[in-house]
């Protein structure tokens, strides 16, 4: 049974940093393509972000580019999403996502894992 566990959401106000943690159980997380997903209140769930297996290739949802930067740590079974120059329309449940392949995925239907994602709120 793989489970995915997010944490390190919370208030931030524009312009700030925030850094996001998934920790993966049950499996290694090297067997996983890693993504970040996001959804605003009455919004789809989108991509934000996604890693391979290896972690040598990465995807970026174009509103993210230059400003958050996805990692794995598969020694600690951890991918993290390090958001910098946060926007209010940045506010968004964050889920962290696995998917049984090598390669880096770039929608909702390519994954097969998901946590119960972390709240990251941001003022203007």
């Known amino acids: 049974q793989v489970q995915l566990v997010e944490s390190g959401g919370g208030l931030v106000q524009a312009g700030g940093s925030l850094r996001i943690s998934c920790v993966v159980s049950g499996r290694t997380i090297s067997d996983y393509a890693m993504g970040w997903f996001r959804q605003a209140p009455g919004e789809e769930r989108d991509v934000v972000a996604g890693i391979s297996r290896s972690g040598g290739s990465t995807y970026y949802a174009d509103s993210v580019k230059g400003r958050f930067t996805i990692s794995r740590d598969n020694a600690k079974n951890t991918v993290y999403l390090q958001m910098n120059s946060l926007k209010p329309e940045d506010t968004a449940v964050y889920y962290c996502?696995?998917?049984?392949?090598?390669?880096?995925?770039?929608?909702?239907?390519?994954?097969?894992?998901w946590g119960q994602g972390t709240q990251v709120t941001v003022s203007s």
């Open positions: 996502a696995a998917r049984r392949s090598l390669l880096v995925g770039v929608s909702r239907n390519e994954y097969d894992y």
